[in-house]
């Protein structure tokens, strides 16, 4: 009897926990399921449409430039030298100064070369005076010859004196251009507008032993050249447009800044270096500011032509992905879509698109990160984007003071 009392409460005990393991085993399916779709709802829910900056395809008439690495050189430059032997009594110029046309620079003492100036000029006088007295012998003997007054012989004398006379005058005449150019030599001045370098020689110094001396250097800074070579494949093009016209050229600077003023084409070899491969040209830069200094290099934009009509987009828009170049295109229902386009050259921000865009389409330049093909999201404008942006900064409290207060 008690076995068989012990053997149902051990049934009834199984039983019981086999409904509750199968009551437990139903809520945890549940909860699982409950957990499951729930949290993917959280998840759709917490995650809100991107929001990204557009930027609207545009028809542009753009500039299309050649770039190629140009080094400036002067129009003109020339070394200062002395010409004659003496010593440096003066220097005129501050070193790295601009001088004009005219201006002083250096001065060798003078006083020897005005003295063998002044002997020059007297010398040429005596000659002269000699002459003259040379030249009325040979009037008073003519019609004494004619009548046998005087002897042939002693007639053509008077007549070879004259003839030496008159050569040892034109060789004072001579004595004394050279004088007074040795006398110019003293003076040096500037023989045109630039800057000159640093003195090479010190006032009280001899010059011009020997030889030439150095004294400085003055270079042209405004205009100023650039030269550049032109790669064999863009000389056809190039020659085109400057036949046309000349060609305008820009300058940008090693640090990214444009020179201001623009210059044109003055110069285009008449041969291609077959070493190379390029053909040599030139341009005359303005330099009003004078900030070009010859042996600089700088970048030279070369503007071909001015092209009408040109699909153009700013260049943050433009991916590149295993050498592919794309962008996402925002359609009517504000879906993303992945488009291939071929790209042209830049033009400042912006980026010719040669083929696979059409005007008015809008394409993202911000928020790219954010996005996949198929996705839909928000759309602003750049302008929109900046003025939200400006309103947050303007919302934001301003940080609080740090520091200890005074007791």
Request: proline share 5%; hydrophobic share 40%; with cysteine.
């Amino acid at each position: 009897m008690s076995n068989h009392i012990t053997k149902e409460k051990t049934i009834t005990f199984r039983l019981m926990f086999d409904v509750s393991a199968l009551f437990l085993l139903a809520i945890f399916s549940l909860l699982i399921l409950y957990s499951s779709g729930c949290g993917k709802g959280d998840k759709d829910a917490a995650m809100p449409t991107p929001e990204v900056t557009v930027a609207e395809v545009k028809k542009e008439t753009v500039p299309i430039y050649l770039d190629y690495v140009g080094l400036t050189q002067s129009i003109e430059s020339v070394t200062v030298n002395a010409r004659v032997e003496g010593f440096l009594i003066e220097r005129a110029f501050v070193d790295g100064s601009d001088v004009s046309v005219g201006d002083l620079l250096f001065v060798i003492d003078p006083r020897p070369f005005e003295a063998s100036l002044a002997a020059a000029r007297a010398e040429l006088a005596e000659n002269r005076a000699a002459l003259s007295y040379a030249n009325e012998q040979v009037r008073r003997y003519k019609p004494l010859v004619e009548k046998d007054y005087v002897t042939r012989d002693a007639y053509d004398e008077y007549i070879t004196q004259a003839k030496e006379t008159r050569a040892a005058v034109e060789a004072a005449q001579a004595n004394v251009i050279q004088a007074e150019l040795n006398l110019g030599y003293c003076t040096m001045i500037a023989p045109f507008d630039g800057r000159i370098g640093r003195r090479l020689v010190d006032v009280g110094n001899l010059v011009g032993a020997g030889e030439a001396t150095e004294l400085a250097t003055l270079v042209m800074l405004d205009p100023i050249y650039v030269y550049f070579s032109v790669a064999e494949r863009d000389t056809p093009q190039v020659l085109t447009e400057q036949n046309k016209k000349p060609l305008s050229a820009s300058i940008v600077l090693a640090d990214g800044s444009t020179h201001p003023e623009s210059g044109t084409v003055d110069f285009i070899n008449n041969e291609i270096d077959i070493t190379t491969g390029t053909v040599e040209m030139r341009a005359v830069i303005p330099n009003t500011s004078k900030t070009l200094l010859p042996g600089q290099y700088a970048k030279v934009q070369l503007l071909l032509k001015e092209q009408p009509e040109t699909i153009v987009v700013p260049q943050k828009a433009i991916g590149e992905q295993q050498g592919d170049t794309f962008v996402y295109v925002v359609g009517k229902d504000n879906k993303v879509e992945y488009r291939e386009v071929t790209a042209g050259p830049a033009v400042e921000e912006l980026r010719i698109i040669e083929k696979g865009l059409t005007e008015g389409e809008l394409v993202v330049i911000d928020g790219l990160q954010k996005i996949k093909p198929g996705i839909t999201v928000k759309t602003e404008t750049e302008a929109e984007a900046k003025a939200k942006a400006k309103e947050k900064s303007n919302a934001a409290p301003s940080p609080k003071p740090t520091g200890n207060k005074g007791k």
